[in-house]
């Protein structure tokens, strides 16, 4: 606690059953920590049947989710800390569902603008009723031969597959289904991965400065993310102050089309024409030690702690005003 900050009572949220459960409980650990050094009264919970009783009960000041995946991301909990009108870091629950539903964002992302690659989105169903053989000849033959395939809902690259070669199609949709009814088939965009934290300590939203993503096998899969020195970041990115300015400016567009607020994470490919190609926005991006945000974080300036704390300062004072 520093002399301009108040001693919180804080519940950070972290776990849940969602498939990204380990890599909460690594993230619901570093804000834990970090809000402990900074003199707050920290209580870390898995979320379960006692969650919302212990909460109307004991009405901490603010909930910081650290939940990432369905439990955290898909606005259902975040919609419930609302009717207990408790304060609680991050986008709104209507937000959340728009940007957590990968082909909705990607829609008005592209609606405000911005650059995303051409993709179709399938249910299951639509395999079983008009053909896999039929249905994926055509995708094939309207998006070309480079693809990635992805669970229309989902994180860490579970379900992911960036296709080395077009004969992999099929699996990789079947691969994508065993994560949820909807795939998104979607073009590869090529170029520099960056991922750009949106922050707001008060004063409205702004960019971190973008780390740029390089996975020693090339794809930034669920191992590549939480294995250390199995990518390399850089922070900030190697680009030019104008390709770092488009990034910045880009994932503050998406944080403001989706009405997101606090903290956002938007993950990029810059092409070689200096394009940001936009894959998703993340409403509670990874904390762990390997994650992108942090070391943006760290790269602008600032400690962890501050910021973690300031979030949860700014959840408190909009609920009150
Ligand atoms: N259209 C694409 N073109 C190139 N790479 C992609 C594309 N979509 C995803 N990827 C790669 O897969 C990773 C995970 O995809 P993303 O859409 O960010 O989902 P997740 O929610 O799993 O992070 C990205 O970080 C990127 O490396
Ligand atoms: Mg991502």
Redesign the pocket.
Known sequence: MTADSIARTVVVLAGGISHERDVSLRSGRRVADALLERGHTVILRDPDASLLPYLAESRPDVVWPALHGASGEDGALRALLGMLDIPYVGARSDAARLAWH?PTAKELVERAGLAT?R?VTLPRDSFRELGATQVLDLVRSALGDEL?V?PAM?????G?T?LESIDDLPRAVVDAYTYGEVALI?????GV?V?VGVIDLGDGPFALPPVE?E?RGG???FEARYNAGETRFYAPARLSDDVIRVAQETALAVHATLGLRHISRV?L?IDGAGVA?F??V?VLPGLTETSTVPQGILAAGFTLGSVYEKLGEVAIAEQLS
Do not use: C, F, H
């Open positions: 990968k690659p993709s990635v992805k989902g994180g860490s690259a579970l992911l960036v979607e073009q590869r965009a090529r991965e991922s993503i996975p794809v930034y899969s993950d490919i190609w894959l998703e993340n």
